[in-house]
């Protein structure tokens, strides 16, 4: 019998001839079709089975090299497991590193939105010294604006196309109007004064020292892009259209088309009520050429698809009507001069009121939006104005404004119009071969207009009412009925004429009051005089819109 030989470590001796790597035929039973790899094992430890796939062996075996990387593939073999601490641990320091990322993340995202937030605020504090006068860091103060005798604080508002490229007299101030506004009664008056109101210069402008209003501002230097010039040139426009309707106007604003464009914008577009005396409503076919009249290559179909109903771009019937900043530009520009048109029937003065309405409905439209009620809306409109708009307002006066817009409910913003007036105050013709606006009274005559203005923006309610006051002497004594029609007048009254009483026995004073109304007036004279206000017929006839009739008679006897 053959001595078998004794197995190392484990191992059964190689055959003579053999390489690492080849099988061994344990048993008659293992044929090379029922192959086992074996794994290699430590000393002492149990033979187990490598897994299929990651220990194979060809025919001709296996190098060190093929052993090495196929035990590399062979996840942690012989290593211990990870106590629960130790994972325990190793969960914590992932947390915490992902804590950290969070962390500073987060970080970042505040340095650069406080680093945003700093730059959009100072493109806006930047945009007010452009627009406010003054420190910018004084808009974080709250002045009250200043005012007049009245209580009033008078703004001039002047509207120039001076952004429009190649637009014919692009300094004119086209649009002219006064907002009155009352800080503590919380109501405003707006008023426009005609471009064509033939005025003196009171020195040498291109259109020589006379000649229509609208050229005064670009006169004294303004619209030409330079700041403090076009500041200069509004406060000496406030002066001078101040002197003429007889208002103190405090402040100034220079507005153009891209202010106009970006307020509307900014709100949304607006809505406002057209109010014409022609039933169709207004229309204005002066700006049609946006619909694309006039282009051969436009066809009339492309046209009425542009500008519908009938293909013209200002073209709105009696009613609401809604506008995009383009149409509101354009409407505050019509007057009906190009044909066909309708609803322009008094040109510039229809074109006024229509600019009244745009500038309400900018105000109603951002109230109703928020905007006035949001700092970073405020702050991005102010940006965007920069470089367009001017004023004579300081920025410590600007919260104050903003204030007043949202408190100034829009029932108590009137209307004042000098061409509506009874009788009207202006009125067009010819002076010098020139179509022009001149008042009632005479070329150069502005007393009527002042003394209307004064009424209407007066802090007297008896001087608002304007009642007509007719004061008779029945005393008996010469130049009594006249020396207390001044004493009224000088209280406010509107002493119409003074004439003698018929013969008989009056009252020290009596008062007689003609219709109804005239609340303020009749509460004034009742406490003035400490009588009852008579509603029966006075003693002589007056002549027609007479509201009261005082009568002076003879004094009480002191014995």
């Known amino acids: 019998m053959k001595k078998q030989q004794p197995s190392i470590d484990g191992f059964i001796p190689r055959r003579t001839g053999s390489q690492l790597g080849d099988r061994h035929n344990l048993s008659p039973l293992t044929s090379k079709n029922n192959r086992e790899s074996v794994g290699l094992q430590s000393a002492g430890q149990q033979t187990e089975r490598v897994l299929p796939g990651v220990l194979t062996a060809s025919d001709e075996g296996l190098s060190r090299k093929d052993i090495s990387e196929t035990l590399g593939r062979i996840p942690s073999i012989g290593e211990p497991k990870p106590s629960r601490r130790q994972r325990r641990d190793d969960r914590r320091a992932k947390r915490s590193k992902v804590g950290k990322i969070v962390k500073w993340t987060v970080i970042i995202i505040l340095i650069a939105g406080v680093l945003l937030g700093g730059w959009f605020g100072y493109k806006t504090l930047k945009a007010s010294g452009n627009i406010f006068k003054g420190n910018i860091l004084d808009v974080f103060q709250n002045v009250p604006l200043k005012q007049d005798s009245n209580g009033r604080t008078n703004i001039l508002i002047l509207g120039t196309s001076d952004d429009d490229p190649g637009h014919q007299g692009a300094n004119l101030t086209d649009s002219m109007m006064i907002l009155s506004v009352d800080q503590n009664k919380k109501n405003a008056y707006m008023m426009s004064i005609p471009r064509d109101l033939w005025v003196k210069y009171g020195k040498a402008c291109d259109a020589g020292y006379e000649g229509k209003i609208n050229v005064y501002y670009s006169c004294m230097g303004g619209g030409n892009g330079n700041v403090d010039t076009d500041r200069t040139a509004l406060a000496k426009t406030d002066t001078f259209i101040g002197g003429i309707v007889g208002l103190d106007v405090q402040y100034g604003v220079n507005v153009n088309y891209t202010v106009m ?19 169709l409503g207004q229309m204005d076919s002066n700006f049609d ?6 282009d051969r290559k436009v066809t009339h179909a492309e046209v009425l698809r542009r500008c519908p109903p009938n293909g013209h771009y200002i073209d709105y019937p009696n009613g609401p009507a809604q506008l995009d900043a383009e149409h509101a530009l354009y409407l505050a520009q019509a007057r009906g001069d190009a044909a066909p048109t309708y609803g322009f029937e008094q040109s510039n003065f229809d074109r006024e009121k229509n600019q009244q309405k745009i500038i309400k409905a ?3 439209k951002a109230l109703t939006a928020g905007i006035l009620t949001n700092a ?3 702050g991005g409109i102010i940006d965007s104005l920069g470089n367009n708009l001017r004023t004579t307002f300081e920025a410590k006066e600007v919260r104050t404004l903003i204030s007043l817009a949202q408190s100034i409910k829009d029932n108590d913003i009137q209307s004042i119009s000098l061409i509506d007036a009874q009788p009207a105050l202006v ?22 207009i002042q003394a209307y203005l004064q009424q209407k923006l007066s802090s007297n309610p008896v001087v608002r009412e ?28 509107t002493v119409d004429s003074v004439a003698t009483a018929p013969d008989g026995t009056y009252d020290p004073i009596e008062v007689y009051q003609i219709g109804t109304g005239m609340s303020a007036t009749k509460a004034k004279l009742t406490s003035l005089y400490g009588i009852t206000v008579k509603t029966t017929k006075p003693p002589v006839a007056v002549s027609s819109g007479t509201n009261f009739v005082v009568v002076v008679g003879k004094p009480q006897s002191t014995n």
């Open 289 to 294: 050429w946006k619909c694309g009249v006039g």
């Open 376 to 378: 970073s809306k405020v």
């Open 362 to 364: 900018i105000r109603e």
């Open 427 to 448: 009125t067009t013709g010819d002076y010098g071969g020139v179509s022009v606006v001149k008042p009632s009274a005479g070329i150069f005559v502005y007393n009527q």
């Open 466 to 493: 304007a009642a007509v006051v007719t004061v008779l002497n029945g005393s008996g004594v010469s130049g009594a009925g006249q020396a207390e029609a001044d004493t009224l007048t000088k209280d406010g009254f």
């Open 261 to 279: 464009r970006d307020l509307v914008n900014a709100v949304g577009g607006i809505t406002v009520t057209i109010e014409s005396r022609n039933p």
